[in-house]
Each structure stands twice: as structure tokens, then as C-alpha cells.
């Protein structure tokens, strides 16, 4: 058990060793998330992840914070151990978290849970717009033709990328394309990437232009997969949101997207149709 009579310390990580990592995804694990090992080695290479452990040195608490380009960071991962919650921990590493965004002189953005809205409520955080995340059990499938095994360059996708959110992220998109079950369906109209998650497919981010170019692309991202699908879409997408539905998809959960400050990025936010996922907004 964390002790919660003494100060609460927040270690900020270097590269996650086996231990750590194994930690982590213990985490994860504990609270059904869906972030694999390749998302943390991505917030440890390009951000920053921040722990509090327990007195044996095992990890009951994370945080990340991940800059996207000069502006703006996007804080996540905050997750407390579900025996050790109400003890001040989550406040203890999202504190750690915005300092750091604050230091960096970045406005600080992230989508919540409604636990983690509450808290990051009392530090300012306005609502930008509500996400919900559908989900799709898995299926047996006759014989979808699968996706191409053809992956663009994230060069060609991140011009589209950072208009939509309004900053760049060229290096997270590389990442998703690097890894070995990743998908993308692509159109002159837009894009959507598949990545496979730690107990789901994710779809997204899903960019397009305008409905009907989304439809198209989020059908044929769909199709092939037989496994639990998420797909984590604004509210305002009600026209893809009837389609989810169609498709036998259910609403599992929702997010709020939050940004600190008056200036939250400039995005054309009609063309997200569903985001990267609330850890990389
Ligand atoms: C949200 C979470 C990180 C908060 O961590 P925690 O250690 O339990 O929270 P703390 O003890 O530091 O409390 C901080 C604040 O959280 C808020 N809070 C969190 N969960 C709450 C709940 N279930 N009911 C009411 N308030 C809650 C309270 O406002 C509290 O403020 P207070 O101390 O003024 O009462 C933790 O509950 C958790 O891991 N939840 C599951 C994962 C998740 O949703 N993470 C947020 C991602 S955006």
C-alpha cells in the first residue's frame, strides 16, 4: 500500500526498463484499458511519464504528457491503482503532469474520463466537446477480404492530421504505422488507421473532409475486423454515429475533451471523425 502519511513522490521515468514496463501494463490491465507496451515506449520517447509506487517500488499510479509540435501537450495516462484510489495520488501525478506542460510554456489539452473530469475541473480545464467511445464485440466473419498490408508514409497523412487538430503529430502517426497490425484506409477525401490495441481493435484517427467520405472510409476500416472494435467519435458525428449504431456498435463510454486556458488549438475539428484515441487526443 501506497503510504499515504508521508508525501506523495512523483518519479519522472527515463526509458521504461522490463520492470517498469511490466508495471505499467499491470495498470492497465487492472482498469481494462487498452494501451499496449508500444504506447508506452512512444510517451517515454517522445514525452514524459511520471509514477508514484508503493512502498515495495511497485507502480500504483502514471501519468504522461505528450507534446504535440511547439504549442501544445496532450496530459494522460493518469491512472491510479484501483485499491489505492481517493488518496490523493491522481492529484498528486497530474499536478506533476501540468507543471510540466506549464514549464514547457505549452497550452495543456486532454480528453477525460468523468473521474478525471472532476479533478481537472478544479484546475481550470474548460470542456472543448464530448467524445464517445462505441464498441463493437468480436464476430465470426465468412471471408472479409483483409485490409492492404500497404501503409503509407505518415508524411503523406500528417498534413491533414494537423489541420484537423490544430498541431502537429507527425511522430505519433509514424509510430502507429510502424507497428506490425496496423492498418490504414485511405481515400482522396481522407484516412482512418487501425491499430490493435491491448484487448481491442482502435480505429483512429478517422479524418475526413465530410460525412460521406467518413462513412465510406469507416466501413471499409471495419469490415475486416473480426475482434472488439473501439472508435472514439465527437458527439457532434451524428450521421457516423447512426451508422456505428447500424453496425451494431454500443456506446461504452464517454470522454471530454478539455483544454487549459482560452486558447485551445485552432482546428478544423469538422474533419475529426474519430480521434487517435483520448490518451494522444
Ligand atoms: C481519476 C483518478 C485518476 C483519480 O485519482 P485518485 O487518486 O482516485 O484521486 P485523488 O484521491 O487524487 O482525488 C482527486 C480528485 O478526484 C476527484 N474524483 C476522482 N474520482 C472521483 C469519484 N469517483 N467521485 C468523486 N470525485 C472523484 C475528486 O474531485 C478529488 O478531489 P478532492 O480530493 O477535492 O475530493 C482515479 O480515480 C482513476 O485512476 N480512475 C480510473 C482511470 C481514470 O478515469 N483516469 C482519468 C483519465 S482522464
Known amino acids: 500500500m501506497a503510504n499515504t502519511e508521508t508525501a506523495i513522490v512523483v518519479e519522472t521515468l527515463g526509458p521504461p526498463t522490463a520492470g517498469v514496463q511490466q508495471g505499467l501494463d499491470t495498470l492497465v490491465r487492472q482498469s481494462g484499458w487498452n494501451q499496449t507496451p508500444q504506447d508506452w515506449a512512444f510517451f517515454s520517447r517522445e514525452g514524459t511519464l511520471c509514477v508514484v509506487r508503493d512502498a515495495q517500488g511497485n507502480i500504483v499510479a502514471s501519468g504522461a504528457v505528450l507534446p504535440h509540435g511547439p504549442h501544445i501537450a496532450w496530459i494522460s495516462m493518469i491512472l ?128 475526413a473532409v465530410d460525412d460521406a467520405s467518413a462513412a465510406d472510409l469507416m466501413r471499409r476500416a471495419i469490415e475486416p475486423l473480426a475482434g472488439l472494435v473501439f472508435i472514439d467519435v465527437p458527439d457532434e458525428r451524428v450521421l457516423l454515429a447512426s451508422q456505428l449504431r447500424d453496425g451494431g456498435f454500443t456506446p461504452q463510454r464517454s470522454f471530454m475533451r478539455m483544454v487549459l486556458g482560452d486558447q485551445p488549438p485552432r482546428g478544423q475539428t469538422h474533419f475529426i471523425h474519430a480521434i487517435a484515441g483520448p490518451e494522444f487526443g
Open 80 to 207: 491510479v491503482a484501483p485499491d489505492l484510489r481517493g488518496q490523493g495520488l491522481g492529484r498528486a501525478v497530474f499536478v506533476h503532469c501540468l507543471a510540466l506542460v506549464k514549464a514547457a510554456g505549452r497550452t495543456a489539452c486532454l480528453d477525460a474520463t468523468p473521474d478525471g473530469q472532476r479533478l481537472y475541473s478544479q484546475f481550470g480545464f474548460a470542456p472543448v466537446y464530448r467524445v464517445t467511445r462505441w464498441q463493437r464485440a468480436a464476430r465470426v466473419l465468412a471471408a472479409a477480404a483483409p485490409h492492404s498490408t500497404q501503409l503509407p508514409d505518415a508524411q503523406r497523412l500528417a498534413a491533414l492530421d494537423a489541420q484537423a487538430l490544430g498541431a502537429p503529430r507527425h511522430a505519433l502517426l509514424a509510430d502507429f504505422l510502424a507497428r506490425p497490425d496496423t492498418a490504414c484506409v485511405r481515400s482522396a477525401e481522407g484516412f482512418a488507421i487501425v491499430r490493435r490495441g491491448r484487448i481491442a481493435h482502435q480505429i483512429g484517427p478517422l479524418l
